[in-house]
C-alpha cells in the first residue's frame, strides 16, 4: 500500500489517512479527487475495515465503476465486490428492497422511470377529465418531484397552506388531488419513482429506529462524492447514518455546484463542518490539469464569489498562453470566428485532432450557428448530451409543418403533425388513414381530402377534426405562395397553435424548447438576408428546407468517428476535460442568465458555472462574445459579460483596439438604440426607433400586417432601401451586421444592380447586393 500512498502529494496523502472522525475534503478542479476516494477505501481496508461495512455513494454509474476497478487494482476483485460502493439511488433501492415491508412495498417493488412516471400522470389526468394543456404532464412531474425531494409526501402537501395557495395561483387547485392517486396508484401496483427511492429511505429511517440503528451500525464508514450536488433528501439520509459515530468523509467543490435547479444545495458542503464537531477539512488545491495562466485567471473569477470555501488552486504545470478573448459583431460571425480558430491552431504546428477541442455554450439553442460554422468547414463534430438542433423533437414538429406544405404527400411529416398540437385525432384514428392509403395505393393527404370516399370509419365529430386540419394545411399553403420563407415560418409556428402550447409551459425545459424555436425563426431570416444579399431576391420556404435537407442528411457518415470536436452545455462539461475549449456567448443576460440578475445567490451560481467551463480546459482556454445577438425574436446590442471583468486582466489576451475592451464597450451599448426587432410570434411587437430598417425587418413588417390581413396583391420581393455609395470604393475597410469587418476588393454594376465583392476576416469572400447588404464603411 506504501507504493500507492507514494504517488500522492502531501494534502492528498494526509486526506487518505485520516480517519479519525469527520472530515471535508475540498477538492478544487483537477486536483486527484477520484485519486483520493480509490486510495481512502483501499487505506481503510488495510486498517482492517471489513469491506461491507464501507459505504461510498457517487452521483453516476460511471464513477463508481472507475472507482471500483481502481480499488480492485489495488485489493483485488474478491474484496471490491463486497463494498457498498454506487449512485444513491442504487444502494438506496438495495436497502429498501430489504426493509420494503416496513413501508408497505412488496421486497419486488417495480422502479418506474421518467416516462413510466409521466405516462401515470397523463392516465391520471385524463381520469380526472382534467385539460391537460392546463394540467401538463411535465409541469406536474416536475412540481412532484419537487417536493418528493423536499421530503413533502401528499398528505403532508395538501395539508400545507403555503402549497395549496401557490397552486391556486397558479390555476393547478387539483395538483394535491393528483399527487395523491399517483402515490395511491403507485403503491397499488407495487412501484416506486426515482424520487421515491430518496423520500422512502428517509421515511424508512425515520418511522423505523431500529432500522436506522441497524445500518448505523452496518456502516462503520461513509464515503460521499460530489457533495455540493447533494440535495435535501441525500443529504439527511447520510446525517442519519452518520451522527452518532461521525466517521464520514465528503469530498468536494464549492466552486462546482451548478445544479440548483436541480435541487442541490450548496449550503449542504458550506455548513458541513457546523454538524460534525473536530471535523477536518482538507483542501486539495495543486490542478494537475490546467496550465498555470488557466489557473489564475479561474481563481481570480471565483474570488468574487462571497459564499466559498477559501481555498488558493495553483498549477505547477507551463505558464502556458493568456487566456484568448474573441469579439464578434455578431452571435453569426461568433460561430464562423471559433470554426476559423479551430482550424487555425490544428494547422498552426500542434499536434491537436479534432477530439481535442471542445464548445461550451450556456444553453442548446446556441448550438444551431455554431453547428452550420464548423459544417461549412468541413470540421466534424459531436453534441454531447444532447442532440444536434435540427434533431430536437420541437424543431422537428416545425420542419415537419414547412415539409407538408411543400409536399401534402410527404407521409412521415403528415403523421407527425396531424396532431401536434393535440386536436382530438388519436392514433386509431391516424391507424384508419395509413390503412385506406395502403389500400388503396394513395397518400395520407389524398385520403383526408375525401375520407368517406375511401371508406374510412369515423363518426361526424372526427371528420369535422380531420375538416379542420385540413383546411389549416392548405390555409398555409395559400399564404405560402404570397409570404417569403421568413413571413411563412411565423406564420406557421402561430397559426397552428404550437406557440400556445410552448409558451405554457415555464419548466427549464419548456423554457429551452421556445428559445430553440425562437431560434429556428431567426435561421429562417438570417438565411432569407443572406441569399438577398447574394441576389436572390424571392426567397421561398422550398429553399430553406433544401438548405436544411443538407445540414441534417448524415447518410455519408455511417462510420462512427471518435475524431470529432465536441458541442456541449457548460452543465453536460462538468467533469470532463479538454486540450483546448471554447466558451462561447458570454454576454449580459446570456452568461449569466437574464433568469439569475435579480439574486445575488444565482449570480454566483452562474459565475460558478463559467468557473466549470473555464476549468475544463488543459492548455488554451478561448472565450468569446457577440457585439449584436438575436434573443427573444429580436436583434440586440450586447454587452460582454460580467464575469469577464471578474478575471484578472494579466491572465487574459483581450481584442485589440480600445473598442473591444470590456469597459468601453459596456458604455457603447448605451450608445445604440436596438436592432430591427424580428416579429416573434414569442412576444408583443413594439416600436422600435430606428433609422435603419433591415431587409429582414422590412420582411417581417409585412408578414405582420398580413397576420390581420392579407393583402393579395403582394410579391415576396421585397421593397430595397435606396444605396448610397459614397464613400464605397475599393479597398475600403467596411463592416457587416452578421460577417463582421472586411475589405472591399471589387464594385460592379450600378443602381440597384450594384454588387461588392468584400473579402471578411472569418467568411473569405462574399459578393454581395448592396441594395440589400447595409455595409458600414470604417
Known amino acids: 500500500m506504501e507504493e500507492y500512498l507514494n504517488q500522492l502529494n502531501e494534502s492528498q496523502r494526509e486526506a487518505v489517512t485520516f480517519c479519525e472522525g469527520a472530515s471535508l475534503v475540498v477538492a478544487g478542479a483537477g486536483s486527484g479527487k477520484t485519486r483520493v476516494l480509490t486510495y ?127 397552486d391556486m395561483k397558479a390555476k393547478i387547485p387539483l395538483l394535491r388531488e393528483i399527487y395523491k392517486r399517483y402515490q395511491s396508484r403507485c403503491l397499488q401496483a407495487g412501484a416506486m419513482d426515482f424520487d421515491d427511492l430518496l423520500l422512502q429511505t428517509n421515511i424508512l429511517f425515520r418511522d423505523h429506529p431500529a432500522v436506522l440503528e441497524k445500518y448505523r451500525n452496518y456502516f462503520q464508514y461513509v464515503l460521499v462524492d460530489e457533495y455540493q450536488d447533494t440535495n435535501f433528501a441525500q443529504h439527511l439520509i447520510v446525517q442519519r447514518l452518520c451522527e452518532q459515530h461521525g ?181 386509431t384514428t391516424l391507424g384508419k388513414l395509413i390503412a385506406a392509403a395502403s389500400l388503396h395505393s394513395v397518400s395520407l393527404w389524398t385520403v383526408l381530402q375525401a375520407p368517406l ?51 405554457q409551459d415555464r419548466s427549464v425545459e419548456g423554457m429551452s424548447k421556445q428559445e430553440n424555436v425562437q431560434e429556428l425563426l431567426k435561421g429562417v431570416a438570417e438565411f432569407c438576408e443572406i441569399k438577398r444579399e447574394e441576389g436572390l431576391e424571392q426567397v421561398t420556404l422550398a429553399d430553406f428546407l433544401a438548405e436544411v435537407a443538407l445540414l441534417t442528411d448524415q447518410d455519408n457518415d455511417k462510420e462512427e468517428q471518435a475524431n470529432k470536436v465536441t458541442m456541449m452545455t457548460v452543465h453536460a462539461a462538468k467533469g470532463l476535460e479538454f486540450k483546448n475549449v471554447f466558451v462561447v456567448g458570454l454576454e449580459e443576460d446570456l452568461f449569466p442568465s437574464q433568469l439569475s440578475k435579480d439574486s445575488q445567490r444565482a449570480i454566483e451560481e452562474e459565475r460558478r458555472l463559467f468557473y466549470v467551463a473555464i476549468t475544463r480546459a488543459e492548455r488554451n482556454c478561448i472565450l468569446t462574445y457577440a457585439k449584436s445577438r438575436f434573443r427573444n425574436g429580436q436583434s440586440t446590442m450586447c454587452s460582454p459579460s460580467r464575469f469577464l471583468k471578474d478575471i484578472d486582466g494579466k491572465f487574459l489576451d483581450m481584442p485589440s483596439g480600445s473598442a473591444d475592451s470590456v469597459d468601453s464597450f459596456a458604455s457603447m451599448r448605451e450608445k445604440y438604440q436596438k436592432r430591427p426587432a424580428f416579429d416573434s410570434p414569442f412576444r408583443q411587437p413594439r416600436p422600435v426607433e430606428e433609422t435603419y430598417t433591415s431587409p429582414v425587418a422590412q420582411a417581417v413588417q409585412r408578414q405582420s400586417a398580413r397576420l390581420t390581413k392579407i393583402d393579395t396583391s403582394a410579391t415576396n420581393t421585397p421593397q430595397a432601401p435606396s444605396v448610397d455609395l459614397s464613400g464605397l470604393t475599393v479597398g475600403a475597410r467596411v463592416r457587416h451586421e452578421r460577417f463582421g469587418e472586411g475589405e472591399v476588393r471589387a464594385i460592379e454594376g450600378s443602381g440597384g444592380n450594384a454588387k461588392a465583392t468584400v473579402e471578411f476576416t472569418h467568411f473569405g469572400q462574399k459578393q454581395l447586393l448592396l441594395k440589400f447588404a447595409k455595409l458600414t464603411v470604417l
Open 40 to 166: 481512502k477505501i483501499a487505506w481503510l481496508l488495510q486498517q482492517g475495515l471489513p469491506p461491507q461495512s464501507i459505504l461510498a455513494l457517487t452521483f453516476t454509474n460511471k464513477a463508481a465503476r472507475e472507482m471500483k476497478e481502481r480499488i480492485a487494482a489495488i485489493t483485488g476483485e474478491q474484496v471490491a465486490r463486497r463494498l457498498w460502493m454506487g449512485t444513491f439511488h442504487s444502494i438506496f433501492s438495495r436497502i429498501l428492497r430489504y426493509e420494503a415491508e416496513h413501508i408497505g412495498y412488496p421486497s419486488n417493488f417495480t422502479i418506474y422511470d421518467s416516462a413510466d412516471s409521466k405516462s401515470l400522470l397523463k392516465a391520471i389526468i385524463k381520469e380526472m377529465q382534467l385539460d391537460d394543456k392546463v394540467y401538463r404532464p411535465g409541469m406536474i412531474q416536475s412540481r412532484i418531484s419537487n417536493a418528493k425531494n423536499s421530503l413533502i409526501t401528499w398528505k403532508a402537501y395538501e395539508q400545507s397552506k403555503e402549497l395549496v395557495e401557490s
Open 453 to 503: 370516399e375511401y371508406a374510412v370509419a369515423i363518426n361526424s365529430g372526427t371528420a369535422g377534426k380531420l375538416k379542420l386540419f385540413r383546411e389549416l394545411i392548405e390555409d398555409f399553403i395559400e399564404q405560402n405562395r404570397k409570404l417569403s420563407a421568413e413571413e411563412i415560418a411565423a406564420y406557421v409556428i402561430k397559426q397552428s397553435g404550437i406557440i400556445g402550447l410552448l409558451l
Open 247 to 427: 466517521r464520514i468523509c465528503v469530498v468536494g467543490d464549492d466552486a462546482q455546484s451548478i445544479y440548483s435547479f436541480r435541487g442541490a444545495n450548496i449550503d449542504n458542503i458550506l455548513q458541513f463542518k457546523n454538524l460534525y464537531p473536530g471535523c477536518r477539512i482538507f483542501k486539495l488545491e495543486r490542478n494537475y490539469r490546467s496550465t498555470r495562466n488557466i489557473v489564475n485567471a479561474a481563481n481570480s473569477l471565483i474570488d468574487k464569489n462571497k459564499e466559498q470555501i477559501p481555498k488558493t488552486v495553483y498549477s505547477e504545470n507551463e505558464e502556458g498562453d493568456k487566456v484568448g478573448v474573441i469579439a464578434s459583431y455578431s452571435d453569426y460571425e461568433e460561430g464562423y470566428a471559433v470554426a476559423s480558430k479551430i482550424g487555425e491552431m490544428r494547422g498552426g504546428g500542434h499536434d491537436y485532432d479534432y477530439s481535442d477541442f471542445a464548445i461550451l455554450y450556456r444553453t442548446n439553442a446556441q448550438s444551431r450557428i455554431l453547428e452550420e460554422a464548423l459544417r461549412k468547414r468541413g470540421i466534424p463534430y459531436k453534441i454531447y448530451g444532447g442532440l444536434s438542433f435540427y434533431q430536437r423533437k420541437e424543431i422537428k414538429d416545425v420542419i415537419s409543418y414547412f415539409r407538408l406544405i411543400i409536399n401534402l404527400h410527404d407521409e412521415e411529416a403528415f403523421k407527425r403533425v396531424i396532431n401536434y398540437p393535440a386536436r382530438g385525432i388519436g392514433d
